[in-house]
């Protein structure tokens, strides 16, 4: 067995996972050097991986990386379905977003408007043992905003502008590169609509119906308990529908697929934000741009922000991706108008309200009870440990957080008109 200088969080490393870590930091000049792994965020910061901050220390200097690493357990793999998630990101980091930018560095696209993304030093999908590793965005002064707080306005802007740039650049490659585009429509697995799998299997469809019961019987406003009855249960069934439905539309794009809080940093200088990117691309597929933008949206904001600047930011989007498009001397008027993506967010109403619904669960919880959630997951009797969980009646404090959540989405969706 190869001998590494490898220290501190590695016992849940395989012997495979090793030899990739170790041969990609050979690769950047670090050889034989010493490795101290510790682990990144709380519980309940990464759901689908976990994931570890590498100091690497040389005798000409030091580096720090990020490693994401597939879960060992093999219930937990099934449920989240990692093969694939690992997969999509793999493809995304090594053919879509590299072809992307490669797009707008050929059409003389300024180099600060460039697309950003974390630099990847190595991907390896291997089954089971998928890692990858990226640049440590802290080293460059990017920030994670906690979860529980709603993104400023500003913030919301800077995320909108990433959208805009990543889906226009999805139209950019189907006139352009068609081949490609097709490769990357075909390789993006959509875990929606793949059956049995993740969102789409029986355990997934079981949980949110548990969800949505614990959310009835914790709410106290009758109105709001009405609008919430029958909208979580069958939120992947409806959102299957729109996606075989969509995939091959010529406004569907490659979206990012999870651009929610933890997803998302910002950097910072002299207490103002610069600069933002985003990170996480397991979920990355081809589908409407509304998913992207009703996502973060209604999960990164409040209602009295929503209330105050919807149109405004849906009115920046559209501008921003307009902006892009016009590098190649396309017309966003022509290539997604204004009263499609307005039409486009009323048919994903009712689906992605049950989804911000169901997603509500995880912002308000506390560490400790996302612990005990990954827990169940790795438990022979995973589904009733999980429905255990669905019955706890949380603290007061998350009682109260969650009631708060649950009214603003629904005054917000009634707001808008997307119910």
Request: net charge negative.
């Amino acid at each position: 067995m190869a001998q590494y200088n490898f220290e501190g969080d590695i016992d849940d490393l395989t012997d495979p996972q090793k030899q990739f870590i170790d041969k990609i930091i050979n690769e950047q000049g670090f050889e034989n050097s010493k490795v101290i792994f510790e682990p990144l965020g709380k519980v309940g910061d990464n759901y689908v991986a976990g994931v570890k901050r590498l100091t690497i220390q040389g005798k000409n200097g030091s580096m720090k990386m990020i490693a994401k690493l597939s879960p060992i357990h093999e219930m937990v793999r099934q449920f989240q379905n990692t093969k694939l998630m690992f997969k999509n990101e793999h493809t995304m980091y090594t053919e879509v977003l590299p072809k992307f930018v490669q797009l707008q560095k050929e059409a003389g696209v300024p180099e600060e408007e460039l697309f950003r993304y974390p630099k990847c030093y190595g991907s390896f999908t291997e089954y089971p043992h998928e890692v990858m590793l990226f640049e440590d965005l802290k080293v460059s002064n990017f920030k994670m905003l906690g979860r529980f707080n709603p993104l400023p306005n500003d913030y919301i802007k800077l995320i909108l502008r990433d959208l805009a740039v990543l889906h226009s650049l999805s139209h950019v490659c189907r006139k352009k590169e068609p081949e490609a585009y097709e490769s990357f429509k075909e390789n993006l697995i959509d875990m929606i609509i793949v059956d049995g799998a993740g969102a789409n299997s029986d355990q997934t469809r079981t949980i949110f119906q548990f969800v949505e019961y614990n959310m009835i019987s914790l709410l106290e406003d009758p109105d709001i308990k009405d609008i919430v009855k029958g909208k979580v249960g069958p939120t992947w069934v409806l959102a299957a529908e729109l996606a075989k439905a969509e995939k091959d539309s010529e406004h569907s794009v490659v979206v990012q697929g999870d651009a929610w809080t933890n997803n998302l940093m910002f950097n910072f200088e002299n207490d103002a934000e610069v600069s933002s990117i985003m990170i996480d691309y397991q979920r990355s597929r081809v589908c409407s741009p509304v998913y992207d933008i009703m996502f973060m949206i209604f999960n990164g904001s409040d209602h009295e922000a929503r209330k105050k600047h919807f149109h405004e930011w849906i009115d920046y989007y559209h501008s921003e991706l307009g902006k892009s498009l016009a590098y190649f001397d396309l017309d966003v008027n022509s290539i997604y108008p204004r009263d499609v993506l307005d039409a486009d967010m009323k048919r994903y109403g009712i689906p992605m309200f049950g989804l911000c619904l169901g997603i509500v669960n995880i912002l308000v919880r506390k560490s400790e009870e996302i612990g005990i959630l990954m827990s169940a997951m790795q438990d022979e009797n995973m589904m009733e440990k999980i429905e255990e969980l669905c019955n706890m009646r949380p603290d007061d404090e998350v009682i109260e957080l969650f009631r708060s959540k649950i009214a603003g989405l629904v005054a917000s969706f009634k707001e808008f008109g997307l119910l």
